[in-house]
């Protein structure tokens, strides 16, 4: 196991409130391939580039079979993906934290798979589905998802059905913004842990920033350094699944000498 450095030890023993982000890192552990990046997928940088453009709103609205064919590829690969070590840490420490949220950049649902509840999906979710034409919505069983040929189609309208993601051009969904908002902006947590996400977009970055800013502990895990990582106070190297557990530990162990310290003497 790795170990966890005892200065960090200590300061999580005044940690009340957490807030995480994750990104494509922690997916990728559980053998996902990215979804932004899903030029990765394919060993051929050209077919890469018109699988991104397969992804995109625009696509889906002119020729919606070549995006779905584009999903079910991505499914294919992540096919049997479980969470890992990473995501039930990260689900454990929801039950022990007073204050609790995670935003994930990954469509994939693996969080709420390993039992997280308070959590901000600003990308959407892949394995769900809605109408374009009427209101229906829906989890898409995920064989459909793995045999389609072209777009599923509404049992309601027969419209065309989307993922609930986030398209390559399109805009992020407003409740998950304002959720975004409230958790990190708001109330911004005692403890803010970034992992497996490079940061890339503004709307990750913000909220290091302003947890640094207030004084709040800034951790990073990711196994290389990133675009956020000067503003990590620490900065531990290595996955998700092998740093989160030991983190937990810490963080569990330093709650539970407390509650030792407050019971009856
Ligand atoms: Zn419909």
């Known amino acids: ?26 997916s990728a552990e559980s053998g996902i391939p990215t979804y932004r990046g899903a030029g990765g997928l394919y060993d051929d940088p050209e077919e890469g580039q018109r699988a991104i453009e397969a992804l995109s709103g625009e696509t ?26 990473g995501h039930l840490a990260l689900a454990e420490w ?9 935003l994930t950049q990954n469509v994939d649902g693996l969080h709420h798979q390993a039992g997280s509840r308070n959590v901000i999906e600003i ?11 009427c209101s229906y919505q829906e989890a898409l069983p995920a064989k459909a998802l793995l045999n389609l040929e072209c777009a599923p189609k509404c049992p309601d ?17 407003e409740e998950a913004l304002r959720r ?13 842990l970034l992992v497996g996400t490079t940061a890339l977009f503004p709307y990750i970055a913000f909220p290091a920033q302003i947890a640094r800013a207030a004084g ?4 990073e895990v990711n196994p290389e350094d990133t675009d956020v990582t000067y503003l990590a106070e620490f900065a531990l190297r290595g996955t998700a699944g092998a740093l989160l557990p030991p983190l937990l530990a810490a963080f569990g162990g330093v709650a539970q000498e407390k509650g030792q310290a407050q019971g009856p003497k």
Not at 63 to 81: E, N, S, Y
Not at 180 to 192: G, N, S
Not at 216 to 219: A, D, P
Request: glycine share 6%; net charge positive; with cysteine.
């Open 1 to 26: 196991m790795k170990s966890i450095p005892q200065e960090l030890v200590e300061r999580l023993a005044s940690v009340r409130s957490i807030g995480v982000i994750t990104g494509a890192g922690i």
């Open 94 to 102: 929801e039950d022990r934290a007073e204050r609790f949220a995670l």
């Open 60 to 85: 889906l609205l002119k020729d919606p079979d070549r995006t779905w064919k584009v999903l079910r590829d991505i499914a294919r690969h992540a096919q049997g993906a479980e969470p890992n070590p």
């Open 157 to 173: 309208c027969q419209g065309v059905l989307r993922p609930k993601a986030v398209l390559f051009g399109e805009m992020l969904p």
């Open 123 to 133: 990308h959407g979710n892949i394995k769900r589905v809605n109408c374009l034409r």
């Open 216 to 219: 709040s502990l800034v951790v």
């Open 180 to 192: 975004l908002e409230e958790e990190f902006h708001r109330h911004v947590p005692d403890l803010l």
